[in-house]
């Protein structure tokens, strides 16, 4: 029957399903809420649900609140309950029925107006926690068709059937067929030769319910419908199979559960239909507002991204992606039914700080019968700078990123998504971020024209040199290496500054860099135009010398930052070795860049020949050392501002000859400098490098030659050098010249230039070489020489005095001139020299190092000279050797030099310790640094290997007290104990002038040593040859120094005791707290102590005394009482530096320190109260080992120990070691035991930590096998 023929009807009928169902309605609702209530309850929502109207999605209920039956009227605004199967099969049969009359007699006021889901304006979170498919979209979905059609669909193996589909604005819908499409959408068809039929009011079965749903359970959604904005990705499945198919992707949030819609087309203008409107439909601003990710997922990808430090929250992207499989591995499959086989991966890709993250999806909470994506099992991380290739398509969501590290093959992500337009953007914008000054891409860009209209402008350098902080960690977190280990300076003070200077590792147990930190640095450099110059000097580069990259060349540079193509072909580019390519890069692509020092970074060999080959017997390639073969071509071509070379201390091969002479011989390269000391040089080189460097005479500053093995004519070298016109630096230290008495050089050579350094070190100057270096110094074209080095150069008194009046204008008018006259034998003619520096003719600089004086009187010559003179401000008189320890006279004068002379700044009086050279002073000049009190112009004090001790120190300490100048004090190496340094301290509380003073480290680690050798030696003295007993055994020779060590039980409750009453201060750091292991020699400070009474003993001595011997913990409250002494004494040293610094610089500061009277020693003893507790205090041994035993040392002879060997070194007796006491060997620096009351009195301010901030306790070398 027609509906025009029976409208009467049709209008009774859907007003009386109207009215029957108003209570089972009612009914359905509340079982709605119970079954939410259950769902909640399992665990399939994690927040309570909020029910939204269905007209009105802006207003919101709990789902707890009670719903009541509307009016009449209001019918149509009931919530319509949900078309899952599982629900409706326990619904009254009445609802299906009016629910049917509903839609039908309605559907033409929902055509036009279409109900949508409510939208959240943010992408972070869900648009409401209840808002799912048994919302608003699942009942009602957008009647607004888009395309429909018969479409084949699968989801897995043997799963495939016709249906047909509907996408409307909001989801895609599956019917069984068209016509069950058309009885719900007006503008779909029925199939010809069918007309509508019209039920009427009866009670749909299980069956009828499944197509109403048009339900596939095949497909993974369970309402026979998608929800676009559930999408993923839309994109091809390209198999290489005759049939054309996309794959629809998408996730629910709430379960975390993926599923996938495949859809196969007969042919490909079809599929490209359905493929083109259903992605721009999923692609529309409103769905993607609405697109949202879960909470627990947002949480999850943060702890992953903070697990790998590259979380921060404010520049951290996530987006929703499914990893699929590339068409190269799908390629082969045999038939059509194997396409579920291609298993996309719906995931979350991370775009953190300085990594792309590829993120699993959150585990579901329960597990679902229906079919659905697996879940990703791995979790991968790839630097954002290792990115290689990007690629993005523009007809579906699908794109490609390709991550390559260095020395290894590419890995490409297959990828799709919604968002891919957004991830090239922000992809591209991080890597710009990253490495912003980089002049062009480094990698592989291919994108649709709309995403390349949306990428942001460059990024600007707004950090200080260019950002490389930042691209130098970038780059290293990309590759895999520690940025920390990376250590560089930036130097100012210095020529084509600033300079980029590459310090070794900071990892001490690594020497080198590996390649792969090298690849990291080098790169990092790149596009860097704030450095005027950059130094590897002492860095191995041999580890890319030779090294190729086989796997890409997208690094390999090509043209220089502006653009401008490097003269050099494809072949000759892409073959070099890793260092070649880098260093080339380097000089290319800054144009500021001037000056590169590689002084002793690669070691070269000589290529093996037919004639020479190697240890192997194999013929090696002369590769060269990889820095000429990268610089000078780009020299040649003048595509590098780089013009000077340091290549010192590098072997050159023929291979380097032939491209340092190929490019030296060209005018235009415009070289002002190749540094080529100690590079192996021989007479044909060396003359044919000085006939090339012809063509450089306008533009050539330097010349270092100094080292090499040429041996030259000076006639023909003074010829050869004769025709640079602008040298202002001359290197020839260590020059071999053939015998003759003509100079080295000419004066008439000297004075065409107008030098500024001139090195002779080591090289024999005849008289005639003086005489035309005296004619140079007193003409007035040496006005502009600063340096002239003459040390090794084995001058006499004589030539030092010519040199001295000839450079010297004006008496006692300082010249600025260094002069280093080193290892001299000044004490030949030795008046001439000290008449000339009386008389005022020195320069303001001179170093007289490792000067040997046969007679100490001539020292004393020397001194006295330097006490009158009025023109020397810095002055070097280290490493002077005398015959023996100076005399009480010779300390005088040297006092008289400290106290009378005002003109000297900086003074230099520091010893040498080594195994073919001792010099040093003795102990009297501890009296003659009383001069210092009186100085005051002096600034810098160096006096290190002096073996000052303690009495040195206290002499320094009452220095400091008065003078009011010195700013630095470099006392370092002089065995001070720790009172020592406690006395230097103390004495700053007056002194608000210095501004440096070491910590002492060596008299810290004889602490550490010499704590252990003693305890080492009384525990071999209490068991000579046999195990003790654990309980008692008879007294005997040495019961004194057993009675000193028994009752160490109490060392904790002392240590408790005594910390109850200590006031609280700043947390100290730790130093050097495995300095307990060093082999440091123990030295006479540390055995000074007077020996204890006799009486002292006998009063000691116990009846039932039991020889015991040091245990672990005994070690390791020595160590950790020393080391908090210590670290307070070095807490407070900062303070007070810090509080001069500010002084100095005019900051403000307070001047009282914080915490000061807490931190100061209130006794001369209190180190040795801490360490006599230890002695007497010790814990009971009856079940625990001792320390010092072995089965070795039980049945070894007392001299073989090494505490014997320390005690003899000391110039104890042997009779003595026995006797000698803890704190007798470990403070030599206390005169004398205090008594119990001041003990007592004194514990109250002493603070004992038992644990040091959960930093690891100092150990000893034993102690790893109590430790396990």
């Given at each position: 029957?027609?509906?025009?023929?029976?409208?009467?009807?049709?209008g009774?009928?859907?007003?009386?399903f109207?009215?029957?169902?108003l209570?089972?309605?009612?009914?359905?609702?509340?079982?709605?809420?119970?079954?939410?209530?259950?769902?909640?309850?399992?665990?399939?929502?994690?927040?309570?649900r909020?029910?939204?109207?269905?007209?009105?999605p802006?207003?919101?209920?709990?789902?707890?609140?009670?719903?009541?039956?509307?009016?009449?009227?209001?019918?149509?605004?009931?919530?319509?309950?949900?078309?899952?199967?599982?629900?409706?099969?326990?619904?009254?049969p009445?609802v299906?029925?009016?629910?049917?009359?509903?839609?039908?007699?309605?559907?033409e006021?929902?055509?036009?107006?279409?109900?949508?889901?409510?939208?959240?304006s943010?992408?972070?979170?869900?648009?409401?926690?209840?808002?799912?498919?048994s919302?608003?979209?699942?009942?009602?979905?957008?009647?607004?068709v888009?395309?429909?059609?018969?479409?084949?669909?699968?989801?897995?193996?043997f799963?495939?059937?016709k249906?047909?589909?509907?996408?409307?604005?909001?989801?895609?819908?599956?019917?069984?067929?068209?016509?069950?499409?058309?009885?719900?959408f007006?503008?779909?068809?029925?199939?010809?030769?069918?007309?509508p039929?019209?039920?009427?009011?009866?009670?749909?079965?299980?069956?009828?319910?499944?197509?109403?749903?048009?339900?596939?359970?095949?497909s993974?959604?369970?309402?026979?419908?998608?929800?676009?904005r559930?999408?993923?990705?839309?994109?091809?499945l390209?198999?290489g199979?005759?049939?054309?198919?996309?794959?629809v992707?998408?996730?629910?949030?709430?379960?975390?559960?993926?599923?996938?819609l495949t859809?196969?087309?007969?042919?490909?203008?079809?599929?490209?239909?359905?493929?083109?409107?259903v992605h721009?439909?999923?692609?529309?601003?409103?769905?993607?507002?609405?697109s949202?990710?879960?909470?627990?997922?947002?949480?999850?990808?943060?702890?992953?991204?903070?697990?790998?430090?590259d979380?921060?929250?404010?520049?951290?992207s996530?987006?929703?992606?499914v990893?699929?499989q590339?068409?190269?591995?799908?390629?082969?499959?045999?038939?059509?039914?194997?396409?579920?086989?291609?298993?996309s991966?719906?995931?979350?890709?991370?775009?953190?700080?300085?990594?792309?993250?590829?993120?699993?999806?959150?585990?579901?909470?329960?597990?679902?019968?229906?079919?659905?994506l697996?879940?990703?099992?791995s979790?991968?991380?790839?630097?954002?700078?290792?990115?290689?290739?990007?690629?993005?398509?523009?007809?579906?969501?699908?794109?490609?990123?390709?991550?390559?590290?260095?020395?290894?093959?590419?890995?490409?992500?297959?990828?799709a998504?919604?968002?891919?337009?957004?991830?090239?953007v922000?992809?591209?914008?991080?890597?710009?971020?990253?490495?912003?000054?980089?002049?062009?891409?480094?990698?592989?860009?291919?994108?649709p024209a709309?995403?390349?209209?949306?990428?942001?402008?460059?990024?600007t350098?707004?950090e200080?040199?260019?950002?490389?902080?930042?691209?130098?960690?970038?780059?290293?977190?990309?590759y895999?290496?520690?940025?920390g280990?990376?250590?560089?300076?930036?130097?100012?003070?210095?020529?084509?500054?600033?300079?980029?200077?590459?310090?070794?590792?900071?990892?001490?147990?690594?020497?080198?860099?590996?390649?792969?930190?090298l690849?990291?640095?080098?790169r990092?450099?790149?596009?860097?135009?704030?450095?005027?110059?950059i130094t590897?000097?002492?860095?191995?580069?041999?580890?890319?010398?030779?090294?190729?990259?086989?796997?890409?060349?997208?690094?390999?540079?090509?043209?220089?930052?502006?653009g401008?193509p490097?003269?050099?072909?494809?072949?000759?580019?892409?073959?070099?070795?890793?260092?070649?390519?880098?260093?080339r890069?380097?000089?290319?692509?800054?144009?500021?860049?001037?000056?590169?020092d590689?002084?002793?970074?690669?070691?070269?060999?000589?290529a093996a020949?037919?004639?020479?080959?190697?240890?192997?017997?194999?013929?090696?390639?002369?590769?060269?050392?990889?820095?000429?073969?990268?610089?000078?071509?780009?020299?040649?071509?003048?595509?590098?501002?780089?013009?000077?070379?340091?290549?010192?201390?590098?072997?050159?091969?023929?291979?380097?000859l032939?491209?340092?002479?190929?490019?030296?011989?060209?005018?235009?390269?415009?070289?002002?400098?190749?540094?080529?000391?100690?590079?192996?040089?021989?007479?044909?080189?060396?003359?044919?490098?000085l006939?090339?460097?012809?063509?450089?005479?306008?533009?050539?500053?330097?010349?270092?030659?100094?080292?090499?093995?040429?041996?030259?004519?000076?006639?023909?070298?003074?010829?050869?050098?004769?025709?640079?016109?602008?040298?202002?630096?001359?290197?020839?230290?260590?020059?071999s010249?053939?015998?003759?008495?003509?100079?080295?050089?000419?004066?008439?050579?000297?004075?065409?230039?107008?030098l500024?350094?001139?090195?002779?070190?080591g090289?024999?100057?005849?008289e005639?070489?003086?005489?035309?270096?005296?004619t140079?110094?007193?003409?007035?074209?040496?006005?502009?020489?600063?340096?002239?080095?003459?040390?090794h150069?084995?001058?006499?008194?004589?030539?030092?005095?010519?040199?001295?009046?000839?450079?010297?204008?004006?008496?006692?008018?300082?010249?600025?001139l260094?002069?280093?006259?080193?290892?001299?034998?000044?004490?030949?003619?030795?008046?001439?020299?000290?008449?000339?520096?009386?008389?005022?003719?020195a320069?303001?600089?001179l170093?007289?190092?490792?000067?040997?004086?046969?007679?100490?009187?001539?020292?004393?010559?020397?001194?006295?000279?330097?006490?009158?003179?009025?023109?020397?401000?810095?002055l070097?008189l280290?490493?002077?050797?005398?015959?023996?320890?100076?005399?009480?006279?010779?300390?005088?004068?040297?006092?008289?030099?400290?106290?009378?002379?005002?003109?000297?700044?900086?003074?230099?009086?520091?010893?040498?310790?080594?195994?073919?050279?001792?010099?040093?002073?003795?102990?009297?000049?501890?009296?003659?640094?009383?001069g210092?009190?009186h100085?005051?112009t002096?600034?810098?004090?160096?006096?290190?290997?002096?073996?000052?001790?303690?009495?040195?120190?206290s002499?320094?300490?009452?220095?400091?007290?008065?003078?009011?100048?010195?700013?630095?004090?470099h006392?370092?190496?002089?065995?001070?104990?720790?009172h020592?340094?406690?006395?230097?301290?103390?004495?700053?509380?007056?002194?608000?002038?210095?501004?440096?003073?070491?910590?002492?480290?060596?008299g810290?680690?004889m602490a550490?040593?010499?704590?252990?050798?003693?305890?080492?030696s009384?525990?071999?003295?209490?068991?000579?040859?046999?195990?003790?007993?654990?309980?008692?055994?008879?007294?005997?020779?040495?019961?004194?120094?057993?009675a000193?060590?028994?009752?160490?039980?109490?060392?904790?409750?002392?240590?408790r005791?005594?910390?109850?009453?200590?006031?609280?201060?700043?947390?100290?750091?730790?130093?050097?707290?495995?300095t307990?292991?060093?082999?440091?020699?123990?030295?006479?400070?540390?055995?000074?102590?007077?020996?204890?009474?006799?009486?002292?003993?006998?009063t000691?001595?116990s009846?039932?005394?039991?020889?015991v011997?040091?245990?672990?913990q005994?070690?390791?409250?020595?160590?950790?009482?020393?080391?908090?002494?210590?670290?307070?004494?070095?807490?407070?040293?900062a303070?007070?530096?810090?509080?001069?610094?500010?002084l100095?610089?005019?900051?403000p500061?307070?001047?009282?320190i914080?915490?000061?009277?807490?931190?100061?020693?209130?006794?001369?003893?209190?180190?040795?109260?801490?360490?006599?507790?230890?002695?007497?205090?010790?814990?009971?041994?009856?079940e625990?080992?001792?320390y010092?035993?072995?089965?070795q040392?039980?049945?070894?002879?007392?001299?073989?120990?090494?505490g014997k060997a320390?005690?003899?070194?000391?110039?104890?007796?042997?009779?003595?070691?026995?006797?000698?006491?803890?704190?007798?060997?470990?403070?030599?620096?206390?005169p004398?035991?205090?008594?119990?009351?001041?003990?007592?009195?004194?514990?109250?301010?002493?603070?004992?930590?038992?644990?040091?901030?959960?930093l690891?306790e100092?150990g000893?070398?034993?102690?790893?096998?109590?430790?396990?």
């Amino acid at each position: 029957m027609s509906r025009s023929s029976n409208e009467g009807s049709w209008g009774r009928r859907k007003s009386l399903f109207a009215l029957s169902t108003l209570t089972p309605m009612n009914n359905d609702a509340d079982a709605s809420v119970t079954r939410l209530k259950k769902q909640a309850r399992h665990g399939r929502s994690g927040s309570q649900r909020v029910l939204t109207d269905v007209y009105r999605p802006d207003l919101s209920r709990d789902s707890n609140e009670p719903q009541s039956a509307p009016p009449l009227s209001e019918s149509p605004k009931l919530p319509r309950p949900s078309l899952s199967m599982k629900g409706s099969m326990r619904r009254p049969p009445s609802v299906f029925g009016s629910l049917r009359s509903t839609i039908r007699g309605n559907s033409e006021e929902k055509m036009e107006e279409p109900v949508g889901e409510p939208l959240s304006s943010t992408s972070s979170t869900a648009p409401s926690v209840g808002y799912s498919d048994s919302g608003v979209e699942s009942i009602l979905p957008s009647k607004t068709v888009v395309l429909h059609g018969e479409v084949q669909t699968s989801a897995g193996m043997f799963r495939k059937k016709k249906e047909y589909l509907v996408l409307t604005e909001t989801h895609i819908l599956r019917y069984k067929s068209q016509g069950k499409a058309a009885d719900t959408f007006k503008v779909i068809p029925h199939p010809i030769g069918r007309t509508p039929t019209i039920k009427h009011g009866s009670v749909p079965s299980a069956g009828s319910q499944n197509d109403l749903q048009a339900l596939s359970e095949s497909s993974g959604d369970k309402d026979g419908r998608v929800p676009l904005r559930q999408v993923v990705a839309v994109h091809r499945l390209d198999d290489g199979k005759p049939y054309f198919a996309i794959e629809v992707c998408y996730l629910d949030e709430e379960s975390s559960q993926a599923s996938n819609l495949t859809l196969q087309f007969g042919n490909p203008e079809e599929r490209d239909v359905w493929l083109k409107n259903v992605h721009s439909t999923v692609r529309h601003p409103r769905l993607q507002r609405a697109s949202s990710i879960a909470t627990f997922n947002l949480e999850n990808a943060a702890r992953i991204v903070e697990r790998e430090n590259d979380y921060d929250p404010n520049n951290c992207s996530i987006y929703k992606v499914v990893q699929r499989q590339s068409a190269s591995r799908t390629a082969g499959r045999s038939s059509s039914d194997d396409l579920a086989k291609v298993a996309s991966t719906v995931g979350f890709l991370v775009i953190g700080v300085h990594k792309v993250h590829l993120i699993q999806l959150a585990k579901p909470i329960a597990r679902t019968s229906s079919p659905s994506l697996g879940l990703n099992t791995s979790q991968a991380s790839y630097g954002i700078l290792t990115l290689n290739a990007l690629k993005v398509s523009g007809g579906d969501d699908t794109f490609e990123l390709t991550f390559r590290q260095p020395l290894q093959r590419s890995r490409t992500l297959y990828l799709a998504s919604t968002t891919s337009h957004e991830i090239a953007v922000r992809l591209h914008a991080a890597e710009n971020f990253l490495r912003p000054e980089c002049g062009h891409r480094l990698f592989r860009f291919s994108a649709p024209a709309m995403v390349e209209d949306i990428l942001p402008p460059a990024v600007t350098a707004d950090e200080e040199n260019a950002c490389l902080d930042r691209t130098l960690t970038a780059y290293c977190v990309a590759y895999g290496v520690n940025p920390g280990n990376v250590r560089y300076t930036i130097n100012d003070q210095c020529e084509d500054a600033p300079r980029f200077e590459l310090l070794p590792p900071a990892d001490a147990r690594r020497v080198d860099y590996g390649p792969i930190e090298l690849l990291a640095i080098t790169r990092a450099l790149r596009y860097n135009e704030s450095f005027g110059s950059i130094t590897f000097a002492g860095i191995c580069l041999d580890s890319l010398n030779g090294l190729h990259d086989n796997y890409g060349q997208e690094y390999v540079c090509s043209r220089t930052k502006k653009g401008t193509p490097i003269r050099l072909t494809a072949d000759e580019l892409g073959r070099s070795c890793l260092l070649v390519q880098e260093i080339r890069a380097l000089a290319a692509t800054s144009k500021k860049l001037r000056r590169m020092d590689f002084s002793g970074c690669v070691t070269s060999k000589p290529a093996a020949t037919m004639d020479n080959p190697d240890e192997e017997g194999t013929i090696r390639k002369d590769i060269g050392c990889g820095v000429v073969e990268a610089l000078f071509p780009l020299s040649k071509h003048q595509t590098t501002n780089v013009d000077w070379v340091c290549l010192n201390r590098i072997q050159l091969t023929e291979t380097d000859l032939d491209y340092l002479v190929g490019a030296a011989v060209e005018k235009s390269c415009h070289l002002r400098a190749i540094e080529l000391n100690r590079c192996g040089l021989t007479d044909r080189s060396m003359g044919l490098i000085l006939d090339a460097l012809r063509a450089q005479d306008n533009t050539l500053e330097a010349i270092e030659i100094a080292g090499n093995n040429a041996r030259l004519n000076p006639s023909i070298f003074d010829g050869q050098l004769a025709v640079f016109g602008f040298i202002r630096k001359l290197n020839l230290s260590y020059f071999s010249r053939t015998s003759g008495s003509e100079p080295v050089l000419q004066a008439e050579t000297l004075l065409i230039w107008r030098l500024q350094e001139l090195r002779l070190s080591g090289t024999t100057l005849n008289e005639a070489s003086i005489e035309a270096i005296a004619t140079y110094l007193a003409h007035p074209q040496s006005s502009s020489l600063h340096e002239l080095y003459f040390d090794h150069a084995h001058l006499s008194g004589k030539d030092v005095a010519t040199l001295l009046h000839s450079m010297s204008r004006n008496p006692f008018e300082a010249r600025d001139l260094h002069l280093d006259i080193s290892q001299s034998h000044i004490t030949e003619d030795l008046l001439l020299v000290t008449q000339a520096i009386s008389n005022g003719l020195a320069p303001s600089h001179l170093s007289m190092r490792a000067v040997e004086y046969r007679e100490e009187a001539s020292f004393r010559k020397m001194l006295n000279a330097l006490t009158v003179n009025k023109t020397i401000r810095y002055l070097d008189l280290s490493h002077t050797a005398l015959p023996g320890d100076a005399s009480e006279e010779t300390c005088r004068a040297l006092e008289r030099l400290l106290a009378e002379n005002d003109t000297l700044l900086e003074l230099d009086l520091s010893g040498e310790e080594s195994r073919l050279a001792i010099s040093r002073f003795g102990s009297g000049i501890n009296h003659a640094l009383s001069g210092l009190k009186h100085n005051k112009t002096m600034q810098c004090f160096r006096i290190e290997r002096q073996k000052l001790g303690l009495q040195g120190a206290s002499t320094l300490a009452e220095v400091l007290k008065e003078n009011k100048t010195l700013r630095e004090l470099h006392c370092d190496n002089n065995e001070i104990p720790l009172h020592g340094l406690t006395d230097l301290v103390n004495s700053l509380i007056e002194n608000t002038t210095l501004v440096h003073l070491p910590l002492m480290a060596d008299g810290r680690k004889m602490a550490f040593k010499s704590a252990e050798m003693t305890m080492k030696s009384m525990s071999d003295v209490d068991s000579p040859a046999a195990p003790r007993s654990p309980l008692y055994s008879t007294p005997s020779a040495h019961d004194g120094t057993s009675a000193m060590k028994r009752g160490f039980a109490n060392v904790r409750r002392t240590a408790r005791s005594a910390s109850a009453y200590a006031p609280s201060f700043p947390a100290l750091p730790s130093q050097n707290r495995s300095t307990s292991s060093s082999h440091a020699k123990p030295s006479s400070p540390y055995s000074t102590t007077s020996q204890p009474s006799p009486r002292t003993r006998q009063t000691s001595q116990s009846p039932l005394t039991a020889p015991v011997s040091f245990t672990t913990q005994d070690i390791q409250t020595t160590h950790r009482l020393l080391t908090e002494q210590w670290d307070r004494q070095c807490y407070r040293l900062a303070q007070y530096l810090d509080r001069n610094w500010c002084l100095l610089n005019g900051m403000p500061v307070q001047m009282q320190i914080e915490d000061e009277a807490y931190e100061r020693p209130s006794s001369v003893g209190s180190i040795g109260k801490m360490l006599e507790a230890v002695k007497y205090d010790t814990t009971p041994r009856n079940e625990k080992p001792l320390y010092f035993d072995s089965p070795q040392s039980v049945h070894a002879p007392a001299d073989a120990f090494e505490g014997k060997a320390v005690a003899r070194e000391l110039g104890v007796s042997e009779e003595m070691q026995g006797k000698m006491s803890f704190k007798q060997f470990i403070l030599e620096s206390e005169p004398g035991t205090p008594d119990e009351d001041e003990v007592a009195g004194g514990m109250r301010q002493l603070r004992v930590a038992t644990g040091l901030g959960g930093l690891e306790e100092p150990g000893t070398p034993t102690q790893a096998g109590f430790k396990g």
